[in-house]
């Protein structure tokens, strides 16, 4: 705003910010930039926010305030949930190099992942003592708020899991990068989206998806509800405060809703037996005329 009006930021005035400014610079979002209407939309919250912070402290800015807020938010859709089918995640799984240790850690964490449905900072967050690798194994996370919870682990991913914490203090971080050092969860975004990139050279159906931390998350849930795990588990699985939140693994799933159509099919059979009113030709008559 200050370079279209030609005006030092400490000199811009409560008059500069109106309909006529603000309205072309959502649109430069949008057509210039190239950000999305969600992005577009928190822009405007922002200085929505700011109208209504100066009108409440300036009664003689009400009108300025109901013409700022005048302006409205775009419609936009809910982006769709991503998440992998059982031969395309076992294809991401397959996609690291285990003939090297660099290979043999990145195929642990994604199993680790996988397995436990924990999202890029709690895996990167994980320390040796929070892993218990006996009978039966399962880990601790520490999620969002602090929030503590325990979840069991494949033999399979504890079997994965033992050679990287091998003679390792209790308090050191179980996955480390090629320095040895802690893994962040930049990393292990990255990981993923190399490890999606070789996966889909052998599985084209995984390039269109958007394949991220969360992706992998979503997909142990979808897994989870078609193993026939109640909701409630896996709320506490994920680690979510609203049992709503994972419904929305119940909507996207097209597998179950196709399971569950198939229970509830007509046979042919019943749909070509004879209604009771079809003998009853002055019947069949008045209804005909309806």
């Not at 610079?25 to 919250?45: D, P, V, Y």
């Not at 503590?148 to 914490?165: D, G």
């Not at 989870?224 to 929305?248: E, F, K, P, Q, Y």
């Not at 399971?259 to 509830?264: I, T, W």
Request: hydrophobic share 40%; net charge positive.
């Amino acid at each position: 705003m200050a370079k279209k009006l030609d005006k030092p930021l400490d000199q811009l005035a409560i008059e500069d910010v109106c309909t006529s400014t603000v309205r072309p610079f959502l649109l430069e979002l949008e057509q210039k930039r190239g950000c999305s209407i969600s992005t577009r939309n928190q822009r405007l919250a922002a200085i929505h926010a700011l109208a209504r912070f100066i009108g409440e402290r300036n009664p003689e800015h009400i009108a300025w305030l109901a013409e700022i807020r005048s302006i409205p938010f775009k419609k936009t859709s809910k982006p769709s949930m991503v998440y992998l089918e059982k031969h395309e995640m076992d294809a991401l799984l397959n996609a690291s190099n285990r003939q090297c240790p660099q290979g043999l850690r990145d195929h642990a964490l994604l199993l680790f992942l996988y397995n436990s449905g924990a999202r890029a900072s709690e895996a990167a967050q994980l320390t040796i003592a929070d892993l218990d690798l006996g009978t039966p194994p399962s880990v601790t996370l520490i999620g969002k708020g602090g929030k503590v919870r325990r979840c069991p682990l494949w033999p399979q991913t504890a079997s994965k899991l033992a050679p990287l914490i091998t003679g390792r203090e209790p308090q050191a971080p179980v996955f480390l990068n090629r320095r040895r050092q802690p893994i962040t969860r930049f990393g292990i975004r990255a990981l993923v989206k190399r490890s999606a990139q070789d996966a889909s050279r052998k599985l084209p159906s995984l390039s269109p998806k958007p394949i991220s931390t969360h992706t992998i998350r979503h997909t142990t849930a979808v897994h989870l509800l078609r193993s026939g795990v109640d909701i409630n588990t896996i709320r506490a699985w994920l680690g979510h405060v609203c049992l709503d939140t994972t419904h929305i693994y119940a909507e996207v799933d097209l597998e179950m809703k196709a399971k569950a159509l198939a229970q509830c099919e007509i046979p042919e059979s019943a749909t070509a037996t004879t209604e009771p009113w079809s003998n009853n030709p002055e019947l069949m008559v008045f209804l005909t005329s309806l």
